[in-house]
């Protein structure tokens, strides 16, 4: 079965450390995504990545970093710098390609982080 | 820079009753147009989506939308609401922006269904 997955599904991190979210999709699609889901306020975008070995800042880029190493698979770091981090992330793919604003975008499960 | 507007934040509608869900774009050239559904703790799933022809499109689990150029619309519809249908729906639009293409979603609807 074709899909994107997330894990792990919850996380609990202790204030100051960084922590890494995992997305991986075998759909072989080229673009992927992360938003940040707060309750109210729908999807906000934090990075997205076209190709792999290139990535783009979204709306709320800061505190976060990502890579993109392999075309599956594209981590997501929640470092000590973001200042509230406690909320729901989702990873989305798409075909890619200079369209990007028509594609579909396929979503993970997400993960839900929580800052204790 | 384009936005959306849900004005809706939360719906209740008895089940066998009919459904609209509320969307308003600001977008300067021809949007692109989708609809997504998110189930509690779940990922979204597209519903519909509009580029251009046909203003009516209809999708998936027995959604239709129809697009409103004069209003800047992207209402959703369903003429019989079932309770599975209740979820959070997501209207979004597509297009380019400085940063490069990409989607804006809007808040959100908390659609309730009573039996």
């Known amino acids: 079965d074709g899909g994107i997955t997330q894990s792990p599904k919850y996380l609990f991190r202790k204030e100051g450390q960084n922590v890494t979210l995992s997305c991986e999709q075998n759909l072989n699609h080229d673009a992927m995504y992360w938003y940040r889901q707060d309750p109210g306020q729908g999807l906000r975008l934090i990075y997205y990545s076209q190709i792999v070995n290139d990535f783009q800042k979204g709306d709320i880029a800061e505190g976060y970093s990502v890579s993109r190493e392999k075309k599956e698979s594209f981590p997501l770091t929640v470092t000590s710098a973001q200042k509230n981090p406690t909320a729901f992330y989702l990873c989305?793919?798409?075909?890619?390609?200079?369209?990007?604003?028509?594609?579909?975008?396929?979503f993970g499960p997400g993960t839900r982080l929580t800052v204790l | 820079a384009q936005s959306v507007t849900q004005p809706d934040i939360h719906i209740t509608v008895s089940e066998g009753a009919s459904l609209e869900l509320r969307c308003n774009y600001s977008y300067g050239a021809t949007p692109y147009l989708f609809w997504y559904v998110q189930s509690p703790g779940q990922g979204l799933q597209l519903l519909l989506k509009?580029?251009?022809?046909?203003?009516l499109v209809q999708g998936i689990k027995g959604f239709e939308a129809e697009f409103k150029r004069s209003q800047s619309s992207f209402n959703l519809r369903k003429p019989s609401v079932h309770w599975s249908d209740a979820a959070e729906y997501f209207c979004?639009?597509?297009?380019?922006?400085?940063?490069?293409?990409?989607?804006?979603f809007g808040t959100g609807t908390q659609l309730k269904v009573e039996l």
């Open positions: 979004a639009v597509g297009g380019h922006t400085g940063g490069g293409n990409k989607l804006t």
């Open positions: 509009y580029f251009s022809g046909d203003t």
């Open positions: 989305a793919s798409s075909i890619g390609g200079t369209g990007l604003a028509y594609n579909e975008q396929f």
